[in-house]
Nanobody, 121 residues
Framework: QVQLVESGGGLVQPGGSLRLSCVAS????????MGWYRQAPGKQRELVAG???????NYADSAKGRFTISRDNTKNTVYLQMNSLKPEDTAVYYC???????????????WGQGTQVTVSS
């Protein structure tokens, strides 16, 4: 059983910062990719940032220059440092991981429950 648990969301004023964390736990053999998505009310879920096991990162245009994704492979944890937050960053942020639970297991897609980020004065 694999679980992704996010933390670090909350209410912040425009221009403020938050750091999200996501820990993957359970029977994990290898993690190929970890990333963050977000979904605002009435909108589709969208990629914010992602990071491969080889530390290749990709960002949504809206996140470039403001958000930084990082990963601690020893802790199966991915972080999202969000600076200069704007009201339009308000959304539920979801952690995503592509991983294998065994040597011969296929890569599967896992999601966390989400953490709310609200940017408002």
């Amino acid at each position: 059983q694999v679980q992704l648990v996010e933390s670090g969301g909350g209410l912040v004023q425009p221009g403020g910062s938050l750091r999200l964390s996501c820990v993957a736990s359970g029977s994990i053999y290898t993690i190929n990719y970890m990333g963050w998505y977000r979904q605002a009310p009435g909108k589709q879920r969208e990629l914010v940032a992602g990071l491969t096991s080889g530390s290749s990162a990709n960002y949504a245009d809206s996140a470039k220059g403001r958000f930084t994704i990082s990963r601690d492979n020893t802790k199966n944890t991915v972080y999202l440092q969000m600076n200069s937050l704007k009201p339009e960053d308000t959304a539920v942020y979801y952690c995503n991981a592509l991983l294998r639970v065994g040597f011969v297991s296929p890569v599967k897609d896992y999601w966390g429950q989400g953490t709310q980020v609200t940017v408002s004065s």
